[in-house]
């Protein structure tokens, strides 16, 4: 079974700080991909980026900053120098299923507040 | 462009009454989703498809009832509804690509889902 492990229930800190969720994930399967997903207050979920179990290359994009470790089974985000706009809570998930990619796996989510 | 819209937004329903939620999106993709979200638990997978004409069970389908008779909707019934039943519940889709899904989901607004 996979299974998607965000400990982190709530973190806040102060704007212009950097902050890491965590995300750690246990599959069986040799192929996989992570995600990560952000809901703002609105409510709508939004996605954010797409990793595959072969890519273990670190990702940034702007302040964002991905770090996959299959070592560790870990897909950890950073966010740098953060926003108040960055206030949401953010899903880590993990693809699978008897096709393949066809379903996502969710955590529990870490609610970020940033603090003005 | 619309996206993926699900309606109602929200609803109050008594124990054992019925309803269905629909969703429709417009972007032509061949997965379709709906998760449900409760505090603490994150997301779970109720019912997908991976086409027209095809469903297929989730983590959580018990008492849950899906149709796909359209590519671009995607039905969820409550057949006698559950206090426990009481969530905020997403529609998503995503495309296929190169025979998989590409994880990237879109997701509607959700609908919530009070029963009483």
């Known amino acids: 079974a996979q299974k998607v492990t965000q400990a982190q229930t709530e973190i806040s800190v102060v704007e212009k700080e950097d902050v890491t969720l965590d995300c750690v994930y246990e599959?069986?399967?040799?192929?996989?991909?992570l995600f990560w997903y952000k809901q703002p207050p609105s409510g709508e979920l939004v996605f954010l980026i797409r990793r595959n179990s072969f890519d273990e290359q670190n990702e940034i994009s702007g302040r964002y900053s991905w770090n996959f470790q299959k070592s560790t089974s870990s897909f950890n985000f950073t966010i740098t120098a953060s926003q108040v706009v960055d206030s949401a809570v953010y899903f880590c998930a993990l693809s699978g299923g008897p096709f393949g990619n066809e379903k996502l796996t969710f955590g529990t989510g870490t609610r970020l507040t940033i603090i003005p | 462009n619309a996206g993926v819209t699900q309606t109602p937004k929200f609803r109050v329903l008594k124990t054992g009454q019925s309803m269905t939620l629909l969703c429709a999106q417009d972007?032509?993709?061949?997965?379709m989703y709906w998760y449900r979200q409760d505090p603490g638990m994150g997301l779970r997978l109720i019912h997908y498809s991976v086409g027209e004409g095809t469903t297929a069970k989730g983590e959580v389908p018990d008492g849950y009832n899906v149709s796909r008779l359209k590519k671009q909707n995607f039905l969820l019934g409550l057949e006698s509804a559950a206090p426990s039943q009481t969530s905020v519940y997403f529609c998503?889709?995503?495309?296929?690509?190169?025979?998989?899904?590409?994880?990237?989901?879109?997701f509607g607004e959700g609908s919530r889902l009070t029963v009483l």
């Open positions: 998503a889709s995503s495309r296929r690509l190169a025979g998989l899904s590409t994880g990237e989901l879109f």
């Open positions: 972007m032509n993709h061949e997965y």
């Open positions: 599959t069986r399967d040799t192929t996989y991909y």
